[in-house]
């Protein structure tokens, strides 16, 4: 049921704050200690003897694994790598030992994330080296999938059912996952003070009442400019540190739907090669927020701006609004938990710009909500 939405991605856009409340209420109670607020199902041996992680999934559920890599490395400092699933199923590295291996999928049905999953489970099996023994945890909508049935440690999202095949409230509920296994393992190895954890779990505390103020203005602002590009042929975007999987998954929203190409890059690459693509035909659009890249990525808009592309922030400032030619303002918050904010003006920009052109937005062309194929 739709409601009184034109598409059931709309309509998912906008249950995203209920997302983002249930994740809080199952899983960043109030009633736990402040310095040890998370309530996920990680046993207590993954959180003290694991050293590194490796996260394999695909699309937009690998985008999730990004930002969870960098929260887990940067605010919780375990080394974390991100793989393309469908890539480590033929190149896997070479095995390290105590090793935590994170799926990440949607549906819990995707063929590549499953086969690299059962790969990995084998070649540590075999061999037989409790080093090398095979630590494992889902990220999941589906519990009643192949990933509920066939791992042991599942996170459930909880999002609702998605219908929409362009992932918008589960990709918010996955990273809202990654910020609870950051916040666990943080917590469990003291590698933040309790302030910094405290800190962290108000900010997403905050987070659904943000994205309900967010989603309004952005919904119109979106459907305000839609027109301006729907003779669009390329858009680049641009984000670094924490939000450069936003600039990956905004660029992924835009082709899938719409059936504009995009590409996203971090923001300090632009001068090594997609600078020479920039003219008044190719719109730049530009994740800048507050934080330790901030100033770096306002000078690459800067760069881009020079070449006459039109250029669309996402930032906190009003005042940089000189600068961007559009500008979809988030409220000043902290970069950690930026991307829970920043994903959704690109997710309603791809939304409008697709519904402008009449396209069937929920099922788009060539693509299916679960990928059982490799
Ligand atoms: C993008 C999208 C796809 C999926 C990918 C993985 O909007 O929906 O990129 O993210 O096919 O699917 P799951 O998460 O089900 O493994």
């Given at each position: 049921?739709?409601?009184?939405f034109?598409h059931f991605m709309l309509k998912e856009i906008?249950?995203?704050?209920?997302?983002?409340?249930?994740?809080?209420?199952?899983?960043?109670?109030?009633?736990?200690?402040?310095?040890?607020?998370?309530?996920?199902?990680?046993?207590?041996?993954?959180?003290?003897?694991?050293?590194?992680?490796?996260?394999?999934?695909?699309?937009?559920?690998?985008?999730?694994?990004?930002?969870?890599?960098?929260?887990?490395?940067?605010?919780?400092?375990?080394?974390?790598?991100?793989?393309?699933?469908?890539?480590?199923?033929?190149?896997?590295?070479?095995?390290?030992?105590?090793?935590?291996?994170?799926?990440?999928?949607?549906?819990?049905?995707?063929?590549?994330?499953?086969?690299?999953?059962?790969?990995?489970?084998?070649?540590?099996?075999?061999?037989?080296?409790?080093?090398?023994?095979?630590?494992?945890?889902?990220?999941?909508?589906?519990?009643?999938?192949?990933?509920?049935?066939?791992?042991?440690?599942?996170?459930?999202?909880?999002?609702?059912?998605e219908i929409g095949v362009a992932?918008t409230?589960?990709?918010?509920?996955?990273?809202?996952?990654?910020?609870?296994?950051?916040?666990?393992?943080?917590?469990?190895?003291?590698?933040?003070?309790?302030?910094?954890?405290?800190?962290?779990?108000?900010?997403?505390?905050?987070?659904?009442?943000?994205?309900?103020?967010?989603?309004?203005?952005?919904?119109?602002?979106?459907?305000?400019?839609?027109?301006?590009?729907?003779?669009?042929?390329?858009?680049?975007?641009?984000?670094?540190?924490?939000?450069?999987?936003?600039?990956?998954?905004?660029?992924?929203?835009?082709?899938?739907i719409?059936?504009?190409?995009?590409?996203?890059?971090?923001?300090?690459?632009?001068?090594?090669?997609?600078?020479?693509?920039?003219?008044?035909?190719?719109?730049?659009?530009?994740?800048?927020?507050?934080?330790?890249?901030?100033?770096?990525?306002?000078?690459?808009?800067?760069?881009?701006?020079?070449?006459?592309?039109?250029?669309?922030?996402?930032?906190?400032?009003?005042?940089?609004?000189?600068?961007?030619?559009?500008?979809?303002?988030?409220?000043?918050?902290?970069?950690?938990?930026?991307?829970?904010?920043?994903?959704?003006?690109?997710q309603?920009?791809s939304y409008?710009?697709a519904a402008?052109?009449?396209?069937?937005v929920d099922?788009?062309?060539?693509?299916?909500?679960?990928?059982?194929?490799?």
């Open positions: 049921d739709k409601r009184n034109r906008y249950e995203q704050p209920e997302t983002a409340q249930q994740w809080i209420d199952r899983f960043l109670p109030m009633d736990l200690p402040s310095e040890n607020p998370i309530a996920m199902p990680v046993s207590k041996s993954i959180l003290e003897n694991i050293e590194q992680i490796q996260i394999l999934a695909c699309g937009t559920s690998r985008h999730a694994g990004m930002v969870g890599a960098y929260l887990l490395e940067q605010f919780a400092g375990v080394p974390t790598k991100v793989y393309f699933a469908s890539e480590f199923r033929y190149a896997p590295p070479p095995l390290s030992p105590h090793t935590l291996t994170i799926g990440v999928s949607q549906s819990g049905e995707t063929a590549d994330t499953l086969a690299a999953l059962r790969m990995e489970k084998e070649r540590r099996d075999s061999t037989q080296d409790p080093n090398f023994s095979f630590h494992q945890l889902g990220i999941t909508n589906r519990v009643d999938s192949s990933f509920g049935r066939e791992l042991e440690n599942v996170i459930d999202i909880g999002s609702g059912i992932a409230k589960t990709f918010l509920g996955q990273m809202l996952s990654f910020y609870g296994l950051t916040i666990l393992f943080a917590s469990h190895r003291q590698k933040r003070k309790s302030q910094e954890i405290l800190d962290l779990s108000n900010d997403l505390r905050l987070i659904p009442k943000q994205l309900t103020n967010l989603i309004k203005k952005h919904d119109s602002l979106s459907k305000e400019i839609a027109h301006l590009f729907v003779e669009t042929k390329d858009v680049i975007f641009l984000g670094r540190g924490i939000n450069y999987p936003i600039a990956l998954e905004g660029a992924l929203k835009l082709k899938e719409s059936y504009i190409h995009a590409q996203g890059y971090p923001a300090g690459e632009l001068k090594h090669g997609p600078i020479a693509l920039l003219d008044q035909h190719v719109p730049v659009v530009s994740i800048a927020v507050p934080g330790v890249v901030y100033e770096k990525v306002l000078s690459n808009s800067q760069e881009a701006k020079a070449r006459d592309a039109r250029l669309i922030g996402v930032s906190t400032h009003r005042s940089e609004s000189e600068m961007f030619d559009e500008l979809f303002t988030i409220p000043k918050v902290s970069e950690w938990v930026s991307p829970l904010l920043t994903v959704v003006p690109l309603l920009f409008h710009i402008h052109k009449g396209l069937d099922q788009p062309r060539n693509l299916a909500k679960s990928v059982t194929v490799e």
